[in-house]
C-alpha cells in the first residue's frame, strides 16, 4: 500500500488500538494490544504508564514493519481523565490516575468549598465537580499523602500529552481534556484560569501550554523513530480524549448531532454550536472550534456485563451465554430493577458514593430475572440521560449511531432501542476513535487543509429497530426506576462510608 498513509493510535481503558488509514478514509491495517487497570487500594484506579509504552511501542513495531515508508503523520486518542506527573527526564514519577479513581472525593469538595460552592464550581468550569472532573483534587491529594512524588514532578500532564512527548520531545495539554482539569473555563477555551489556579495552589508552571487537539505538538524524534523503525520527522498531532475522537470521526459539527459510545463506560453526546451547558452532563470543547460536546457519561455501562460474568455467575462460560439466559426472562425482569453504580456514577447524579443494587427480588426471582435486570439497568441509564437531552436541547434524532465494543451485545442494543424508542445505527468497528485520531494527523501534516476535506466515518453495518409493545412497558418500569436514587441516596452513602472506614 502506497501513501500517504495516515496512523492513529487510541488508548483505552481496556486495550490499546492502532489504526492506518490512506488519506481517503479507508482502514488500511489495525493492531490492538491489552491494557491493565490496576486496583490497589479501595476506591483506587490506576494504569502503569511504563507498561502502557512498552506495549505501545511493540504495536507500532508490528505496523512500521509494513507501512514505515509511507505512514506521514501520528495521531492520538486516550482515555480521560488520566492525571500523570512526569519528572525532568519525561518519565513518569507515579502509575497516572485513571477516571474511574475515587480517592481524592474530599480534596475536590475542599477545592469546591474555596471556590465558593458547587454552582460557582460550574459557572467558573462548566461542569459539575467530581474526581472525573477535576484533577486538582487527584494532584491535591499526590500532593498531600504522596509528598517525595510531588516534589519529583516537573509538569503535570495526561495520557495524550505523555506519549506525544515521548515520541517528540515537546508536552502540550489540548481542551477536551483540559476541560475535565478544574482549572480550565471551557466557554473560553484558550488557556489555564488564573484565578482556580491560585485558589487550587498550583504552580501554573507545572502546567503545558494549551493547544488545538490536531496541532503538530512536534515530529517524531531519532531515539523514537530507531526503536519504532517509523521515518524520523513524522508530524505528531496532540491529539484528543477518546470520546472527542470518536465524535470527530463520525463527523458531529451540527448542533444537536448525537452518538452514543458503549464500552467499558456508557457516553450519550450531544453536539452544541453554542455553550449551553447541563448539569446532568459532562461538558467539554469538541476539536472543531467553536463546538461543545456533552456527555452523558455511565462509569460501568459495559463494565456491569463482565461484572455479573466475573463476580456474580462465574458457572456461566462468557457473556454470551449470560445473555442467552436473559432472554428467558421477560421485559421488566419480571419486577426487578438495577442501579448500574458499580464505581459512583457520573451522569446524571455525580456521585461517587452510590452504589449499585437490585431492588424488587422475591421467592420468584431467577438467575435470569437477575441478568436481564442488569443489561435493563444499564439501558435505564441511558434513557435517564436521553430523556434530559431532549428537554434540555429539544434533540429529536431519527436514529441513535451506536459504536464501542458494547455493540457486539445484541440482547443491550435492542433493550436500549426498545425502551428509547429510537432506532439503533450500529457501527460494529472498535476503531472509531482510532479513525479520529489518525484523522487529526492528517490535519497536522497537512494532509487535510480544512474539515471540509475530512473522510468523516459514514458507513453502518446493521440496525436495530424498536418494538413498540416492549417500549409501553419499559415506560412503566422506567419511571419506577427513577424515583428509586433518590429515595435510597443517603442509605447507600452511609454503605459506602462504613465500607472505607472498615478498610
Not at 84 to 107: A, T
Not at 121 to 131: A, D, E, I, Q, R
Amino acid at each position: 500500500m502506497k501513501g500517504p498513509l495516515l496512523l492513529g493510535i487510541d488508548i483505552g481503558t481496556s486495550k490499546i488500538k492502532i489504526c492506518v488509514i490512506s488519506s481517503n478514509g479507508k482502514i488500511v491495517d489495525k493492531i490492538s494490544g491489552d491494557v491493565k487497570i490496576s486496583k490497589p487500594q479501595p476506591l483506587y484506579a490506576e494504569l502503569d504508564i511504563e507498561d502502557i509504552m512498552n506495549s505501545l511501542i511493540s504495536s507500532l513495531k508490528c505496523i512500521a514493519s509494513k507501512y514505515s515508508l509511507y505512514i506521514e503523520s501520528i495521531g492520538l486518542s486516550v482515555t480521560s481523565p488520566t492525571v500523570i506527573l512526569i519528572d525532568n527526564n519525561m518519565d513518569p514519577v507515579r502509575p497516572g490516575i485513571l477516571y474511574l479513581d475515587n480517592r481524592s472525593v474530599k480534596e475536590v469538595q475542599t477545592y469546591v468549598d474555596e471556590i465558593g460552592g458547587e454552582e460557582k464550581f460550574f459557572l467558573k468550569t462548566g461542569n459539575l465537580p467530581s474526581p472525573s472532573t477535576c484533577v486538582v483534587g487527584a494532584i491535591n491529594w499526590i500532593r498531600k499523602y504522596e509528598p517525595k512524588n510531588w516534589e519529583k514532578t516537573n509538569k503535570i500532564c495526561f495520557l495524550n500529552s505523555y506519549v506525544a512527548a515521548k515520541l517528540t520531545g515537546k508536552i502540550g495539554v489540548e481542551p477536551t481534556i483540559a476541560s475535565f482539569s478544574g482549572l480550565f473555563d471551557i466557554r473560553n477555551p484558550t488557556n489555564w484560569d488564573n484565578d482556580l489556579l491560585e485558589i487550587s495552589g498550583i504552580d501554573k508552571s507545572k502546567l503545558p501550554g494549551i493547544f488545538p487537539s490536531y496541532y503538530k505538538i512536534g515530529e517524531l524524534n531519532g531515539e523514537m523513530s530507531q526503536i519504532l523503525g517509523l521515518k524520523e520527522g513524522i508530524p505528531v498531532a496532540l491529539g484528543s480524549s477518546d470520546t472527542a475522537a470518536a465524535a470527530f470521526a463520525l463527523g458531529l459539527s451540527e448542533n444537536g448531532d448525537i452518538f452514543e459510545s458503549f464500552g467499558t463506560s456508557g457516553v450519550f453526546t450531544v453536539c452544541l454550536d453554542k455553550p449551553d451547558f447541563s448539569k446532568a452532563f459532562m461538558n467539554r470543547c469538541h476539536i472543531i472550534p467553536n463546538r461543545w460536546l456533552c456527555h452523558g457519561a455511565m462509569s460501568t455501562a459495559g463494565a456491569t456485563f463482565s461484572w455479573l460474568l466475573n463476580n456474580i455467575f462465574p458457572e456461566e462460560e462468557s457473556i454470551e451465554a449470560l445473555e442467552r439466559k436473559a432472554l428467558s426472562s421477560s421485559p421488566g425482569a419480571n419486577g426487578v430493577i438495577f442501579l448500574p453504580y458499580l464505581s459512583g456514577e457520573r451522569s446524571p447524579i455525580f456521585d461517587s458514593l452510590a452504589r449499585a443494587v437490585f431492588i424488587g427480588m422475591s421467592l420468584e426471582t431467577r438467575k435470569e430475572d437477575l441478568v436481564r435486570a442488569a443489561y435493563e439497568g444499564v439501558a435505564y441509564g441511558i434513557k435517564q440521560i436521553y430523556s434530559i437531552a431532549r428537554e434540555k436541547w429539544n434533540i429529536k434524532p431519527d436514529s441513535i449511531k451506536c459504536v464501542g465494543g458494547g455493540t457486539k451485545s445484541l440482547l443491550a442494543l435492542q433493550i436500549k432501542a426498545d425502551m428509547l424508542g429510537t432506532k439503533y445505527d450500529i457501527i460494529s468497528s472498535d476503531y472509531i476513535s482510532c479513525y479520529g485520531a489518525a484523522l487529526m494527523g492528517g490535519i497536522a501534516t497537512g494532509i487535510y487543509k480544512n474539515f471540509s476535506e475530512i473522510p468523516y466515518w459514514k458507513e453502518s453495518s446493521y440496525e436495530i429497530y424498536p418494538n413498540v409493545s416492549n417500549y409501553e412497558i419499559y415506560e412503566r418500569y422506567f419511571n419506577v426506576y427513577r424515583k428509586i436514587y433518590p429515595h435510597i441516596k443517603e442509605i447507600l452513602h452511609d454503605l459506602a462510608n462504613v465500607s472505607i472506614k472498615k478498610l
